[in-house]
């Protein structure tokens, strides 16, 4: 499978897009694993003209002739969207998500969607109105979630690129899970407009993608100030569009901070990874520095009280009145919210609306709520304590490797200990990077991410392609 780098010199040297193009849609419509809920064959044929002409008129497109995935909870004007949900049912895009209009206008082509935990809420990807995503790995595990569909799709060969959403972990715990680079920029890089909120102030739209190279190039596309998202930063582009040609240079001399706590509960050949990474950033020249970060054995608590209070008023919108399902016959309003919402909400989405309302009602929003937030300050106060120290933070992404389906979907807790090590970049905005590292006994996929300070995305991504090319080419 050619890299998004290599289709775009193949396609400036001539090579026709619309080939291209059809190819990918070929191999997503043969997908095995349920990772493509959605192709848009007519309209990605089109847009394959419309930048071959671009080309034939001159331009040089930064992203010329890329076909890519979207996940289902991004907007594309004329398209449904459901985020894999059947509240959704009926509804059609009138817009294009700021993100994937970018990626147009630089010459990407969207061939479909990607399969998804519903709204988000998810970390395996069996949550979906269509059915679970299988990895590509093993067919009997799981590929992570919630943009499983994405990571899927992308280690399948399906597509180059795909993009996901990450509000606690949802790009690169399914890129770890299933050996490819998941990328999480600072949130308010990149626009979240057309997005379908789950957490507001957790969101982070980012790409999926084989190598390093190739998300900060995507990355870089869908990157700067939007007005329709007053979360975007009026920032310049933050992370580069190329890499140092020695990725390695970046590591020379480079802090790279690890938490002692991290190893507690890990699979041993997670840990064995984590290990021989740490070896390999010191073999290259980095500096390996142990700092602490004393509250992040609170995200998890944190982070299920801010994220569900805002996912229960964000999904209030979905009331069977205005677009979406709606119940049959309803004998009042109130049957129909009721029985609209019911029918239309899977179990883990009422779960959280239900967590949600609780800790934001009257006599809970202070003892919930507002204390989260104040870990979350303090949380935030440790990781600038850590960054102080060190340029990176290296650790695991998810504390085992893929689990079979099925294995844990009846202990929701046990689910949501999988983005134990991903959650604290959401609540304190930071960027974060899954890398391919090396697999277990059965040959799963095994990813370290990097975490960087807010902004300093430009140098955890140098940092990543160094890491990556240590683990590629020791």
């Known amino acids: ?7 775009v010199a193949a396609v400036h040297a001539g090579a026709p897009v619309l080939p291209l193009v059809d190819a990918a849609l070929q191999r997503c419509a043969g997908d095995t694993n349920n990772a493509v809920v959605r192709l848009l064959a007519e309209r990605a044929r089109a847009a394959a003209a419309t930048v071959q002409a671009r080309l034939t008129a001159g331009e040089r497109p930064a992203l010329a002739g890329v076909p890519v995935l979207v996940k289902d909870n991004l907007l594309v004007q004329g398209a449904p969207a459901t985020a894999a949900s059947r509240i959704l049912e009926g509804f059609v895009a009138p817009y294009t998500a700021t993100a994937v209009a970018r990626l147009e206008a630089a010459g990407a082509v969207v061939v479909g969607h990607a399969n998804m935990d519903e709204f988000a809420m998810g970390s395996s990807n069996e949550r979906s109105v269509y059915g679970p995503v299988r990895n590509p790995r093993d067919p009997t595990r799981v590929p992570g979630g919630s943009s499983g569909g994405s990571a899927a799709a992308v280690a399948a060969g399906l597509v180059p690129v795909a993009l996901g959403s990450d509000t606690g972990g949802s790009i690169r715990q399914p890129a770890s899970l299933c050996g490819v680079v998941g990328y999480k920029p600072t949130y308010g890089a990149i626009s979240r407009y057309g997005l379908i909120a789950y957490g507001s ?9 084989t190598t390093v190279a190739d998300a900060a190039l995507v990355a870089h596309v869908m990157a700067g100030e939007d007005p329709a998202d007053g979360t975007c930063a ?8 190329t890499l140092p040609g020695d990725p390695r240079a970046a590591l020379r001399g480079a802090r790279i901070g690890w938490v002692p706590a991290h ?5 041993p050949a997670v840990r064995r990874t984590l290990d021989a990474t740490k ?15 004393p509250r992040e054995a609170n995200a998890i608590p944190v982070y299920y009280v801010i994220a569900t209070g805002e996912a229960a ?14 119940c049959a016959d309803p004998a009042d309003l109130h049957d129909l919210y009721a029985r609209s919402r019911v029918e239309g909400f899977g179990p883990e989405v009422q779960r959280r609306i239900m967590l949600g309302t609780y800790v934001l009602s009257t006599g809970y929003y202070d003892a919930y709520y507002l204390q989260a937030q104040r870990v979350r300050r303090l949380l935030c106060d440790d990781f600038n304590a850590a960054f102080a120290r060190c340029d990176a933070i290296l650790g695991p992404v998810s504390p085992t490797t893929a689990w079979r389906l099925g294995e844990k979907t009846a202990d929701p807790l046990q689910m949501y200990l999988a983005d134990l090590f991903t959650l604290s970049a959401n ?5 974060g990077i899954s890398v391919p590292c090396g697999s277990d006994e059965a040959g799963l996929p095994i990813g370290m991410q990097l975490q960087g300070a ?16 240590c683990v590629r080419s020791p």
């Open 427 to 431: 609540l304190a905005g930071l960027p």
């Open 313 to 326: 008023s964000n999904l209030a919108r979905f009331d069977g009145v205005r677009y979406g399902r709606r």
């Open 279 to 293: 070896a390999a950033l010191a073999e290259a020249g980095a500096t390996l520095v142990e700092v602490a970060l």
């Open 234 to 241: 009026r920032r310049a582009a933050i992370m580069p569009a």
């Open 1 to 7: 499978m050619h890299t998004v780098t290599a289709t």
């Open 201 to 209: 102030s957790l969101d982070q739209i980012g790409p999926l993608t």
């Open 454 to 469: 807010q902004w300093d995305d430009a140098r955890l991504l140098s940092l990543a392609a160094g890491l990556e090319a």
């Open 263 to 267: 190893v507690d509960g890990l699979q």
